[in-house]
C-alpha cells in the first residue's frame, strides 16, 4: 500500500522558518506535492518535485529524497496567514494520494 | 478565467438516500478526480475521470460512481447514504499528463442524518 506520514501538528513563531516533514511508504511514484488549505477553504497547489533535490517559490521551498523516502516543505519568513494545514502528496499510477496533513499555528 | 467550480456548497440528506454532485474544471482541463475529506484529515482518492471513462480508483464502494459529460464536467453519485458519507467532497481537475498539479473547487459538504 501507499501511506505518507506527516507531523499533525507544528508550532512556529511570526517571521520565522518551518519546516514540515513528509516520510512515505510507496514506490514508483512521479513526485511529490504540497498543497496549503485554510479552514473551510479548499487545498491549493505550492510546490511540486518531480526529482530529488529543491525546488524554491519565494518563501516556500519543497525538497525530496527518494533514497531516504522523505520530502519536506520549507516556510520561511512565516506570516499569520500562513496558518493553515499542509499536505503533501505521491502521484502516482495517476492517483493523487495525500497524506493526513499537518496544521501549522502561527504565534505573534 | 473561471477556476473550478462546484455545485451545491451544502447538501443535507438523510440515510439511505441518493445524492449527485457536479464539478466543472477549470477551462482548459480535461481530467477530473473526485476526493472526500472527513474532518481534520487529507483528502481521500475516490476516481479519476479522462475521456469521459473512470481511469482510476480508490478504496470506495460501489456505491460511489461518476460520469464525465464531454464538456469534461464531471458527476459525483453516492447511493444508500451512510452516516459515515458525511464529508466534504472535493473535485479536482488538471490537464492528462499533468496530474502533480491539481486545482480544487470549493467542495460540498454533504451531511447524512
Known amino acids: 500500500g501507499q501511506s505518507l506520514e506527516q507531523p499533525s501538528e507544528v508550532t512556529a513563531v511570526e517571521g520565522a522558518i518551518v519546516q514540515i516533514n513528509c516520510t512515505y511508504q510507496t514506490s514508483g511514484f512521479y513526485g511529490l506535492s504540497w498543497y496549503q488549505q485554510h479552514d473551510g477553504g479548499a487545498p491549493t497547489f505550492l510546490s511540486y518535485n518531480a526529482l530529488d533535490g529543491l525546488e524554491e517559490t519565494g518563501r516556500f521551498s519543497s525538497f525530496l529524497s527518494r533514497s531516504d523516502s522523505y520530502g519536506y516543505l520549507l516556510l520561511q519568513e512565516l506570516q499569520m496567514k500562513d496558518s493553515a494545514s499542509y499536505f503533501c502528496a505521491v502521484n502516482r499510477d495517476d492517483k493523487i494520494i495525500f497524506g493526513k496533513g499537518t496544521r501549522l499555528h502561527i504565534l505573534p | 478565467d473561471a477556476g473550478v467550480t462546484q455545485s451545491p456548497t451544502h447538501l443535507i440528506k438523510t440515510r439511505g438516500q441518493q445524492v449527485t454532485l457536479r464539478c466543472s474544471p477549470k477551462?482548459?482541463?480535461?481530467?477530473v478526480s473526485w476526493y472526500q475529506q472527513a474532518l481534520g484529515q487529507g483528502p481521500q482518492f475516490i476516481f479519476q475521470y479522462y475521456e469521459e471513462e473512470e481511469r482510476q480508483r480508490g478504496n470506495f464502494p460501489d456505491r460511489f460512481s461518476g460520469h464525465q459529460f464531454p464538456n469534461y464536467s464531471s458527476e459525483l453519485n453516492v447511493n444508500a447514504l451512510l452516516l459515515g458519507d458525511s464529508a466534504l467532497y472535493l473535485c479536482a481537475s488538471s490537464l492528462e499528463g499533468r496530474g502533480e498539479k491539481l486545482f480544487f473547487g470549493s467542495g460540498t459538504q454533504l451531511s447524512v442524518l
Open positions: 477551462s482548459g482541463h480535461d481530467t
